[in-house]
């Protein structure tokens, strides 16, 4: 039948229909696709310039796995020098495989990787923290904690190995709940930060880019499956009770009706963005390159945040 053949070859063997635009594809195409729509991201975007170093957030995980593979097309090209950093958070029976896998992603490619836990650097784990908390019905969220020092390492390693971009994974899901979640809690000033390229006035936060910003979560995995990579497909056990997880089921259930609906999230927002951004980001500069009093990191208040949350948390350990 000529309506199940792929679009582009012909072939007879199609791994995926694309609802959003009528495409039906071969393993082959399909990858090549994916590949090719990433790269045309990164040139149109202009989120790498020949002689990058580029870090990449590697988790292990399908998202992070897939974007060091597509990178490494411009490293074997010669154009963006690249390396891997994946934080053990301390979260049991969830971390482990993943640090495992991007150990062996980053050997077979020849990609110099850094591992750092938070034990070591901050002496808690997630789990530690959660278990401590257990009792308390107003406790922060573990993504909470969780995020604000990942945030720290990610940018202290960049730093470290003077990276000039650091790359994370985000897919079309994420980006289409972030700018979600952040409306609904009326979260503008966070809203407008959210984009391909992220870049601080302070220059001791490196540019963040997020390549894989216009590919759909499920692609990312039908990349990895049909390419053959191994990765991790578990989820985190605290990413259940998320606000982000509400969002993405509401998000996935509209898409089935309608294929289109994250893209036009991502693309309304892109178009409204420049407004938001001159009515709200000139609001909110505090003190925008200040320097923490106790660790000496970039913050806007005297003390940064992962400090204010070390002292509490330290305090809760204790007890
Ligand atoms: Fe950390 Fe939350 Fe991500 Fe789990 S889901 S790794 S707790 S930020
Ligand atoms: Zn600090």
């Known amino acids: 039948m000529t309506n199940k053949v792929c679009t582009q070859c012909g072939y007879e063997h199609v791994v995926i229909h694309r609802k959003y635009n009528g495409q039906r594809l071969c393993s082959k195409c399909f990858k090549k696709s994916i590949e090719t729509k990433v790269l045309k991201t990164i040139k149109k975007q202009k989120l790498v310039t020949k002689g990058d170093k580029v870090l990449v957030g590697l988790s292990g995980g399908k998202d992070s796995v897939a974007l060091l593979k597509i990178l490494n097309i411009l490293k074997e090209k010669g154009i963006i020098e690249l390396e891997a950093v994946t934080i053990d958070e301390g979260i049991s029976g969830y971390r482990?495989?993943?640090?495992?896998?991007?150990?062996?992603?980053?050997?077979?490619?020849?990609?110099?990787?850094?591992?750092?836990?938070?034990?070591?650097?901050?002496?808690?784990?997630?789990?530690?923290?959660?278990?401590?908390?257990?009792?308390?019905?107003?406790?922060?969220?573990?993504?909470?904690?969780?995020?604000?020092?990942?945030?720290?390492?990610?940018?202290?390693?960049?730093?470290?190995?003077?990276?000039?971009?650091?790359?994370?994974?985000?897919?079309?899901?994420?980006?289409?709940?972030?700018?979600?979640?952040?409306?609904?809690?009326?979260?503008?000033?966070?809203?407008?930060?959210?984009?391909?390229?992220?870049?601080?006035?302070?220059?001791?936060?490196?540019?963040?880019?997020?390549?894989?910003?216009?590919?759909?979560?499920?692609?990312?995995?039908?990349?990895?499956?049909?390419?053959?990579?191994?990765?991790?497909?578990?989820?985190?056990?605290?990413?259940?009770?998320?606000?982000?997880?509400?969002?993405?089921?509401?998000?996935?259930?509209?898409?089935?009706?309608?294929?289109?609906?994250?893209?036009?999230?991502l693309n309304g927002f892109e178009k409204i963005k420049p407004s938001l951004k001159k009515d709200y980001i000139s609001q909110q500069i505090g003190k925008p390159n200040g320097t923490c009093e106790i660790c000496g990191e970039p913050a806007s208040q005297n003390i940064c945040k992962s400090c204010k949350f070390l002292k509490d948390i330290k305090s809760k350990l204790k007890n």
């Open 96 to 265: 482990e495989e993943g640090i495992r896998i991007a150990k062996e992603t980053t050997k077979e490619l020849n990609v110099k990787h850094h591992i750092i836990t938070f034990e070591d650097k901050y002496g808690f784990t997630i789990d530690k923290i959660m278990k401590a908390e257990e009792d308390n019905p107003n406790h922060q969220h573990a993504c909470t904690y969780c995020g604000v020092f990942r945030r720290q390492v990610f940018n202290q390693v960049a730093r470290e190995i003077n990276a000039t971009k650091l790359a994370t994974g985000h897919n079309l899901d994420d980006e289409s709940q972030s700018i979600m979640m952040n409306y609904l809690e009326g979260n503008i000033n966070n809203m407008v930060r959210i984009g391909y390229k992220t870049s601080s006035s302070d220059k001791r936060f490196t540019p963040k880019i997020k390549p894989l910003r216009e590919i759909p979560e499920k692609e990312i995995g039908l990349y990895v499956l049909e390419s053959g990579f191994e990765v991790h497909f578990d989820g985190c056990p605290y990413a259940h009770e998320s606000f982000r997880m509400e969002i993405g089921d509401f998000i996935r259930e509209t898409t089935l009706k309608h294929p289109t609906i994250m893209y036009s999230i």
